[in-house]
T-cell receptor, first 114, second 114 residues
Framework: AQSVTQPDIHITVSEGASLELRCNYS??????LFWYVQSPGQGLQLLLK??????LVQGIKGFEAEFKRSQSSFNLRKPSVHWSDAAEYFC????????????FGKGTTLSVSS | ETGVTQSPTHLIKTRGQQVTLRCSSQ?????VSWYQQALGQGPQFIFQ???????GRGNFPPRFSGLQVTNYSSELNVNALELDDSALYLC?????????????FGPGTRLTVT
């Protein structure tokens, strides 16, 4: 069965420091992968997606992610974190039996310290 | 272009009651998905509707039901509410089945069951 694992429940990063959030997936074929961000009391906003092609994808707000098939990973990175990046981050993969439905990881909470 | 909207924002129900949550899809979209997000967890797929037909269902009991109407509004109905049904319910819309797989999320409805 498909699954998404986000090993880090909570990460604290200093403002201006770099960030990497980990995501591992379990899927037989080429996955369609996403990163979403959720601010408190808000819905989910799409940061970036990977379908095929270049394994390094760029997203909004200065985020990027790299797809590594050999490691079944799709880690999210940002070179310099801003205080406004504090939020919950979710990695997701398309559920193969039902159109565009997604399977999400449990999320990583990002705190930014000054 | 209007985004995905959901109503109500918050709702408090008693165990055993029934509830209906509503969603209005983004303009031009024809697929609606519903997710349940328990506190501290990632969203879990409930079901998806494509052109008014159910097109995939997650691991939720039959007391979770839904419908999609021609103007791409959608409803999620939950019967015989249980305490564990307390969660944020998210609606997401997308364009076409198997298209870009991008889902656009509404702000959610916070359901509390007492």
């Amino acid at each position: 069965a498909q699954s998404v694992t986000q090993p880090d429940i909570h990460i604290t990063v200093s403002e201006g420091a770099s960030l990497e959030l980990r995501c591992n997936y379990s899927y037989g074929a080429t996955p369609y992968l996403f990163w979403y961000v959720q601010s408190p009391g808000q819905g989910l906003q799409l940061l970036l997606k990977y379908f095929s092609g270049d394994t390094l994808v760029q997203g909004i707000k200065g985020f990027e992610a790299e797809f590594k098939r050999s490691q079944s990973s799709f880690n999210l990175r940002k070179p310099s974190v801003h205080w406004s990046d504090a939020a919950e981050y979710f990695c997701a993969v398309v559920r193969n039996q039902a159109g565009t439905a997604l399977i999400f990881g449990k999320g990583t909470t990002l705190s930014v310290s000054s | 272009e209007t985004g995905v909207t959901q109503s109500p924002t918050h709702l408090i129900k008693t165990r055993g009651q029934q509830v209906t949550l509503r969603c209005s899809s983004q303009s031009g979209h024809n697929t609606v998905s519903w997710y349940q997000q328990a506190l501290g967890q990632g969203p879990q797929f409930i079901f998806q509707y494509y052109r008014e037909e159910e097109n995939g269902r997650g691991n939720f009991p039959p007391r979770f039901s839904g419908l999609q109407v021609t103007n791409y509004s959608s409803e999620l109905n939950v019967n015989a509410l249980e305490l564990d049904d307390s969660a944020l319910y998210l609606c997401a819309s997308s364009l076409a089945l198997g298209g870009t797989y991008e889902q656009y999320f509404g702000p959610g409805t916070r359901l509390t069951v007492t």
